[in-house]
Nanobody, 115 residues
Framework: QVQLVESGGGLVQAGGSLRLSCVVS????????MAWFRQTPGKQRELVAA???????DYADSVKGRFTISRDNAKNTVYLQMNSLKPEDTAVYYC?????????WGKGTLVTVSS
């Protein structure tokens, strides 16, 4: 059974930083693209950043230059380093990966950025 567990969310002031982590168990982590999404009440879940199995990255325009996604295949972990946080970054952040043709999600971690 594939499981994704996020951690690292919390309350931070605007301009601050947080690092999110997502640990994957139950499948071969190194073979898939991993991604971070975020969602606020009443809005669709949106892609924040993705990283391929070979380390290629992609970012939403709104976070380019501020967020960095990375992965440690030895630890089955994907990270999201978030710098220069803004109040509009406030959301629940979800880790995502796809195995066997199915999307898997963590339960999310809440990031709140105060102005």
């Amino acid at each position: 059974q594939v499981q994704l567990v996020e951690s690292g969310g919390g309350l931070v002031q605007a301009g601050g930083s947080l690092r999110l982590s997502c640990v994957v168990s139950g499948s071969i982590f190194s073979t898939v693209t991993m991604a971070w999404f975020r969602q606020t009440p009443g809005k669709q879940r949106e892609l924040v950043a993705a990283i391929t199995k070979s380390g290629g990255t992609d970012y939403a325009d709104s976070v380019k230059g501020r967020f960095t996604i990375s992965r440690d295949n030895a630890k089955n972990t994907v990270y999201l380093q978030m710098n220069s946080l803004k109040p509009e970054d406030t959301a629940v952040y979800y880790c995502n990966g796809a195995w066997y043709g199915m999307d898997y999600w963590g339960k999310g971690t809440l990031v709140t950025v105060s102005s």
